[in-house]
Structures are given as structure tokens and as C-alpha cells.
T-cell receptor, first 114, second 112 residues
Framework: DTGVSQNPRHKITKRGQNVTFRCDPISEHNRLYWYRQTLGQGPEFLTYFQNEAQLEKSRLLSDRFSAERPKGSFSTLEIQRTEQGDSAMYLC????????????FGSGTQLSVL | AQRVTQPEKLLSVFKGAPVELKCNYSYSGSPELFWYVQYSRQRLQLLLRHISRESIKGFTADLNKGETSFHLKKPFAQEEDSAMYYCALSAGLTDSWGKLQFGAGTQVVVTP
């Protein structure tokens, strides 16, 4: 296992288009998190799953954002009708509560909305 | 509301000099505090957490509840310490400890 995997690494899209990102967590990690990071800022929490259940969504997350983890393994984050303000690095992290409070982050997907 | 403040965007130190990264937080309960680090071209990774009271790569951090601070310290900086450092806070609840509030980060540059 090489850690948390995110695809694609980079995504360039035009305003108004839909995009989808994928995250493959470390196998057997039952918790999966999505964060967003803009230039000069720290990561900002978006949402998280325990197995296939989405337990919390940030109030900052607009209705254009949706995340799924259908089988409790990989997760997808979809952004509909993208806006320029959506341009950011989208980070995924996974954890196993049995290993303590440690998040393992992926390399992220850099989204640029033109 | 939770808030994490890292007042220094950039910290430049000489190799062998002490380094201290400041982190202040606001939270009404009993938070858990972390330091995450991102080396050049690498992923964000956990450096240390206050609950473990451990020293990692020579770094230590003490939670000061009176001053609501969690400063990161190392007595002798090394060139390999050059990285971006983020202080992060969790509400400490079992169900949401992975929901972190990050500071804006401090870029550390260690020069020979």
C-alpha cells in the first residue's frame, strides 16, 4: 500500500463545467476526509465519512458540492457548475481510529477553473 | 468558534540556531492540538500531537491552556527542517477528531 491516492493530480476546466475527483484511502482505513486548500491558507475541512456514511459536511460547502463513498472504500467529490472561486487544491485524508488521531493525506488534486 | 492563528508566514533561521513557531488558538472546550508538516514535493504529514507528549525529529510542543498556545520548538535547526508547518486543532470528540481547523501555516527556511 503506497498511501492515499488521488486522481487526477491536476484538472483544468471551464467555468460552468462539472468535475469529479477520486480518492483511494489506505486500505482498511474506515474514515475518509476531504479538505480544500487555497493559496496561502491551511487546509479547510469539507466533509468526512465513516465507512460509507457521510457523517458531517462543512456549512461552507455549497450545494454544488457532493461527495460519496458508496462501498466504504474509495470516495468521489463532485463539483457541479464550477466557479472560479472553486480553484484550489483538494486534499483527501484517511485514518484508522485504532491507530490514534493521525490523518494520512494524499497528494491532492489541483483544480483550476478558467 | 474555533480559530488557529500562526502569526508568522515566514521564519528564516540559521542552521544550528533555535527555532520556535508560534501557534495560538481559541476554543471554548478542551481541544486536541497537532503540528503537521509539508516538506517540498511531499504530502502533508503529522509531526506531533500534544496528547502524545513526544519529541519528533527534535521538535517539541507544549500546550499552554492559560495562554491558549501550542508553540513548536527545536533547539538546533537543521537544513532538512525547511518546510511548511501547520498548527491544527480538533474538538477532541471521538467522532470528529479528524475534523481539523488549520492555521495558515509558517514557512521555515533554514540556511547554512
Amino acid at each position: 500500500d503506497t498511501g492515499v491516492s488521488q486522481n487526477p493530480r491536476h484538472k483544468i476546466t471551464k467555468r460552468g463545467q462539472n468535475v469529479t475527483f477520486r480518492c483511494d484511502p489506505i486500505s482498511e482505513h474506515n474514515r475518509l476526509y476531504w479538505y480544500r486548500q487555497t493559496l496561502g491558507q491551511g487546509p479547510e475541512f469539507l466533509t468526512y465519512f465513516q465507512n460509507e456514511a457521510q457523517l458531517e459536511k462543512s456549512r461552507l460547502l455549497s450545494d454544488r458540492f457532493s461527495a460519496e463513498r458508496p462501498k466504504g472504500s474509495f470516495s468521489t467529490l463532485e463539483i457541479q457548475r464550477t466557479e472560479q472561486g472553486d480553484s484550489a487544491m483538494y486534499l483527501c485524508a484517511s485514518s484508522d481510529p485504532g491507530q490514534g488521531e493521525k490523518l494520512f493525506f494524499g497528494s491532492g488534486t489541483q483544480l483550476s477553473v478558467l | 468558534a474555533q480559530r488557529v492563528t500562526q502569526p508568522e508566514k515566514l521564519l528564516s533561521v540559521f542552521k544550528g540556531a533555535p527555532v520556535e513557531l508560534k501557534c495560538n488558538y481559541s476554543y471554548s472546550g478542551s481541544p486536541e492540538l497537532f503540528w503537521y508538516v509539508q516538506y517540498s514535493r511531499q504530502r502533508l504529514q503529522l509531526l506531533l500531537r500534544h496528547i502524545s507528549r513526544e519529541s519528533i525529529k527534535g521538535f517539541t510542543a507544549d500546550l499552554n491552556k492559560g495562554e491558549t498556545s501550542f508553540h513548536l520548538k527545536k533547539p538546533f535547526a537543521q537544513e532538512e527542517d525547511s518546510a511548511m508547518y501547520y498548527c491544527a486543532l480538533s474538538a477532541g470528540l471521538t467522532d470528529s477528531w479528524g475534523k481539523l481547523q488549520f492555521g495558515a501555516g509558517t514557512q521555515v527556511v533554514v540556511t547554512p
